[in-house]
């Protein structure tokens, strides 16, 4: 079997590319990968939760046979984000835990991740024993009372929000917040949270019916939580995405702040407080140069990774640093997380308000956003992208025009044979027209 795995697990759009059957195969194999214990340790046990999609309710039941007919106890979560089911897989000693989402897609998608022991996401390595695994004919299955039990959890949901309440470093006594849950898995933590913490909540798009998860809502579409923090005079907004993963920002007067401004606001909060390791924050090549350059500033060193949230984790793991994340609104919090948490990021956020005193457009104009373009370009050999002479001397010379005052990236697809060309200028025009510029240079000597 071809890869199965994406850059976040399995993915793809609910019972056709993603069936019932495929998600008894994965459960089944990911038990023989991450189930293995010493004979006579007593049966793995599992973590399964999902987001609120209709689709979520079939596959759930199809992961939850998967295991338990491969000898796995299984601990159902319900309705609980992504971070909420990393968090519950450590906390109860689980040996894995299973999220059924597809994040921020639309809502005929969805996907299966797993997670290994204390809530941490797989490598490539593991990934390809599962799938080795596929279809794999079975020597033993167990019988009688050795196949899994299914249980509801008695914690689950109360106990992730205790730990998101926990996290903080003030109580949020007085601000008003809005919150945009999209109709996804964060819709009851979310809220509960903060107005545990004492904040004045206002929620919106928390009424989740199967079919509304990210329907022109949360962190992909920010209108909605604009509107309402300037009608309701709210301190700040904060929204996420379907499973909560992540959250960008929204200020008084309505401005959207990204993944980037979060970051910068709480690198300097862990600096000052002596808890930034090394002094040191882990983005991706996304992350906008205005970051890079208010890092650089304040003596703080940024180490950057390939795209995707997990080659974050994967550097911060390596180096032992406290704080990562994506300007997508991916933030890591590695002190109170194994990933990213949307609701948790908010929460320091909000907390740093309180305890500055300051407004959330004054804590994010720490930083200056340089316009960022980005620029498809289908129908390429991506394979030579890094390799191509003409290309690499259009990069060079654009690059050297900018001098120092912008940025370049050019990004092969993952799944298409596309590439991306990303330009970070000191205005929008001069961007546009060098990312145009390099484009066309891409389309013509990389056309397939």
Not at 42 to 57: F, H, K
Request: proline share 4%; with cysteine.
């Amino acid at each position: 079997m071809g890869r199965v795995f994406g850059t976040d697990g399995v993915r793809g759009l609910a019972n056709r590319d993603l069936t019932a059957e495929l998600a008894v195969d994965l459960a089944v194999a990911a038990a023989q990968v991450l189930g293995r214990r010493e004979v006579g340790s007593g049966r793995p046990t599992a973590v399964v939760a999902r987001d609120t999609r209709v689709s979520g309710e079939f596959l759930e039941a199809a992961v939850v046979a998967g295991l338990a007919s491969a000898g796995v106890d299984v601990h159902r979560l319900g309705i609980v984000p992504t971070p909420g089911c990393a968090y519950l897989t450590d906390h109860l000693n689980a040996d894995l835990g299973v999220m059924i989402s597809a994040s921020h897609n639309p809502m005929p998608d969805n996907g299966i991740k797993f997670l290994a022991r204390g809530g941490r996401k797989l490598d490539d390595a593991v990934e390809r024993q599962i799938e080795d695994r596929l279809g794999e004919p079975w020597r033993e299955r167990p019988t009688g009372a050795d196949v899994g039990r299914v249980g509801e959890s008695r914690v689950g949901l109360a106990e992730y929000v205790r730990h998101l309440v926990a996290s903080a470093p003030s109580r949020l006594d007085g601000l008003k917040v809005v919150l945009d849950c999209a109709h996804g898995a964060a819709y009851e933590s979310g809220p509960a949270a903060f107005a545990e913490l004492g904040a004045e909540v206002v929620t919106i798009n928390a009424s989740p019916d199967g079919t509304n998860i990210n329907a022109d809502c949360g962190s992909t579409h920010l209108g909605g939580l604009q509107a309402a923090v300037v009608e309701h005079g709210a301190a700040v907004g904060f929204a996420f995405d379907g499973d909560a993963d992540r959250c960008l920002a929204v200020d008084a007067s309505g401005q959207a702040v990204d993944g980037d401004q979060i970051l910068a606001v709480l690198a300097l909060a862990l600096s000052e407080a002596g808890s930034l390791k090394d002094d040191t924050v882990v983005v991706t090549q996304m992350s906008n140069l205005g970051f890079v350059q208010a890092m650089e500033r304040a003596g703080i060193t940024c180490v950057q990774t390939a795209v995707g949230d997990r080659y974050v984790l994967e550097a911060m793991r390596a180096g032992g640093f406290s704080l990562g994340g994506e300007q997508s609104g991916h933030v890591i919090v590695a002190d109170r997380a194994t990933t990213g948490d949307g609701v948790l990021a908010a929460i320091q956020v909000a907390a740093r308000m309180v305890q500055t005193g300051r407004s959330m457009a004054d804590l994010a104009a720490v930083m200056t956003r340089l316009p960022q373009v980005l620029v498809n370009v289908p129908g390429v050999d991506k394979t030579r992208t890094d390799t191509d002479p003409a290309v690499h001397g259009a990069v060079a010379a654009a690059s050297a025009a900018l001098a120092g005052c912008g940025r370049i990236l050019l990004r092969p697809s993952g799944t298409e044979p596309l590439v991306r060309v990303m330009v970070e200028a000191p205005t929008e025009d001069e961007a546009q027209k060098v990312a145009d510029d390099l484009a066309h240079i891409v389309q013509a000597h990389l056309a397939l």
